[in-house]
């Protein structure tokens, strides 16, 4: 399989701080590629060196073996989470606006079909719903027919039935051939969408593989999950740990839900709010970063 981008040893030094720090990583084509990382993990600053907008301190990114030039921009298609449109436009009259920036590219007619905008065309661009607003913005990211398509965050705001129309726009685009990269702090998008993941903290990739190979390697077992009130202080320090807290509720990794549920029965904890479920992708960043995913 192709190789369409690399970077090779990304470091990014600012004032005060180091975001980048060593990374390296390969896209190949026709795949999507998920970038996930808590606030501060330098997720942002990666991608915007991949994309060219941003660059390294040291190390390089390559286009298809070669260092990112003025033509990468044409190969290269980005969907910014937020974007500012001109006023008063029509969402036809944006994508001859944005076609007319290059001197080759797919027409108005396949762009309107491909991102389900045919019965949109002459909505003010205004008066989009969410979704109808970012399958416009993705026809703006595809108007050059770019090898590389970048999704910033994607499909945040939207309510569920659009997110899952949106994720049929993306594995379109990629039954293409066309390499995405996606950055999103929804877990289950990444794990539907993503053939592989890097998962990066403090500038560095702490985890890199396809979701379930990773899930695969780091759990062995399944989660148990009780309200921390039905917990006593007392048997909190004889359950296994990690003891994960979030949202009112203990998590506890482990190989055999049955000794859990037997050390929590002959504690005296209160069963009712007991559920045992298999381990996500969001249960794997906690576990790697000890932080919740968000945007």
């Not at 379930?212 to 909190?236: H, M, N, P, T, Y």
């Amino acid at each position: 399989m192709a190789t369409v981008l690399e970077a090779r040893g990304l470091i990014k030094q600012f004032k005060n701080s180091r975001a980048v720090d060593g990374i390296d990583l390969v896209f190949p084509e026709g795949r999507c590629f998920g970038l996930l990382g808590p606030n501060g993990a330098g997720k942002t600053t990666t991608v915007e060196m991949l994309e060219g907008i941003l660059a390294p301190t040291s190390g390089e990114v390559l286009y298809r073996g070669h260092p990112l030039d003025a033509d990468f921009r044409k190969k290269s298609g980005i969907q910014f989470q937020n974007t500012a449109l001109p006023d008063y436009l029509r969402v036809r009259e944006a994508l001859v606006l944005f076609r007319g920036f290059y001197d080759h590219g797919r027409s108005i007619e396949e762009l309107l079909k491909a991102c389900s905008l045919e019965d949109l065309v002459d909505r003010d661009i205004k008066k989009l719903s969410g979704g109808q607003r970012q399958r416009l913005l993705l026809a703006l990211a595809l108007v050059s027919d770019p090898d590389v398509v970048f999704l910033d965050e994607p499909t945040t705001g939207l309510d569920p039935q659009a997110r899952r129309n949106f994720w049929d726009l993306v594995r379109k685009i990629k039954s293409e051939g066309k390499t995405v990269v996606l950055t999103t702090h929804y877990m289950e998008e990444a794990y539907i969408l993503c053939d592989e993941i890097a998962i990066l903290d403090r500038g560095r990739v702490i985890a890199q593989g396809s979701p379930d190979k990773l899930l695969r390697e780091q759990f062995a077992g399944a989660l148990v999950e009780i309200d921390v009130a039905a917990v006593s202080q007392e048997l909190r320090l004889a359950l296994p740990q990690p003891l994960f807290e979030r949202e009112g509720r203990f998590e506890i990794p482990c190989a055999s839900p049955a000794a859990i549920v037997r050390v929590l029965t002959e504690g005296g904890a209160d069963l009712s709010s007991l559920r045992i479920r298999s381990q996500t992708l969001e249960d794997l960043f906690l576990v790697l970063t000890g932080q919740e995913l968000r945007g």
